[in-house]
């Protein structure tokens, strides 16, 4: 595979690090990989015992992460909400950091034949996992208008996603959607520019929903939440950079639900407070990049850390 030449500049690249790892000897979790910014860095803070086991499902990434040469690092190609049995395959059942930079990398964006932009015209494919899966292009020839708009709502927080997908799903009857260009012109002639976003192309909000579709996102981070507190060991960081709301939202409630479980319950149930499940998580901490990254690197400017430390309390079966 030809890897082209397109550079990543980590996010919050001293705090997340010095959040996550608090034993230098232990074994840790890069979930994305990406191009390795943050791999590299938390290489830096681990011992000679330590060991690094990176994931990302893009194979471009996974080539990339060659270039590593060191025995304490690995790479393993798969969704990193499979990290769980992924790690059991290799007999690893048990880790003391698990670090998540959420979203797409900037080689994936900027690379026009990866079809995650509307700035460049490429095909419209999206699929971080190159390898498998539907493309862009395939679920928008198949989604009938419900889940169309069900999606742009959801997924983009679009106000005229019904407009949106009634207008894509009458262009692909005249003709087939195959690249970011044809699906940016569509929209843009349909969606009305709404005043408060001039700034803004009127694809952003539908192209960032069908990423989303196509990649599962919301989802997978949801199953890698669970599967990180459930391989943690006490005194074991997660830690997840986030980069909009939707993402955030869900990080900030698995953290709070694993801070606090007794706050699911009815208020009614009789319950002794030794009886109270113990807290998962505790000291959760949210922290957003400084105002001079932020000039520096103007991609960090929406970006969110949280992270917490995995308490003793056994992981509940049913999850959080
Ligand atoms: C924002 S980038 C990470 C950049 C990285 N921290 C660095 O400094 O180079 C996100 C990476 O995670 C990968 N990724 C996103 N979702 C994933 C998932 N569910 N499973 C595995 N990898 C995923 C993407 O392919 C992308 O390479």
Redesign the pocket.
């Known amino acids: 595979m030809q890897l082209k030449e397109f550079k990543?500049?980590?996010?919050l690249?001293k705090e997340s690090p010095d959040a996550l790892v608090t034993q230098p000897d232990g074994v840790y979790i890069?979930?994305?990989?990406?191009?390795?910014?943050?791999?590299?860095?938390i290489l830096e803070k681990l011992s000679s015992k330590g060991r690094l086991i990176a994931?990302?499902?893009?194979p471009?990434?996974v080539e990339a992460a060659r270039e590593i040469a060191d025995e304490r690092f690995s790479i393993i190609h798969?969704?990193?909400?499979?990290m769980k049995e992924e790690l059991a395959k290799i007999g690893v059942e048990r880790v003391d950091g698990v670090?998540?930079?959420?979203?797409?990398?900037?080689?994936?964006i900027d690379d026009p034949e990866r079809g995650f932009s509307f700035r460049f015209d490429g095909p419209l494919d999206m699929r971080?996992?190159t390898s498998s899966g539907q493309t862009a292009a395939e679920w928008i020839a198949k989604a009938d208008v419900g889940e169309m708009t069900r999606v742009f709502k959801e997924y983009g927080e679009e106000k005229f996603a019904t407009k949106a997908a009634r207008a894509i799903a009458a262009a692909r009857d005249a003709k087939p959607i195959e690249t970011t260009k044809q699906l940016a012109d569509i929209i843009a002639q349909a969606l009305p520019r709404n005043k408060k976003d001039l700034g803004q192309h009127p694809a952003t909000r539908i192209f960032q929903a069908i990423r989303i579709q196509v990649?599962?996102?919301l989802t997978?981070?949801r199953e890698?939440l669970e599967a990180a507190g459930s391989l943690l060991n006490p005194e074991g960081v997660l830690a997840v950079?986030s980069?909009h709301s939707l993402e955030d939202r869900i990080v900030k409630r698995f953290f709070e639900a694993a801070h606090n479980p007794a706050s699911k319950l009815d208020p009614r149930l009789p319950l002794l407070p030794e009886q109270m499940p113990a807290p998962l998580f505790e000291r959760p901490k949210r922290v957003l990049p400084s105002k001079e990254e932020c000039e520096e690197n103007p991609r960090t400017r929406s970006s969110v850390l949280r992270f917490a430390v995995r308490t003793e309390a056994p992981w509940p079966e049913g999850g959080v």
């Open positions: 990543h500049q980590p996010v690249a890069d979930g994305t990989f990406g191009r390795g910014g943050h791999s590299r860095l994931f990302d499902r893009d471009q990434a798969a969704p990193f909400a499979q670090f998540l930079d959420i979203g797409v990398s900037s080689p994936q971080m996992d990649n599962q996102e997978q981070l890698a950079i980069f």
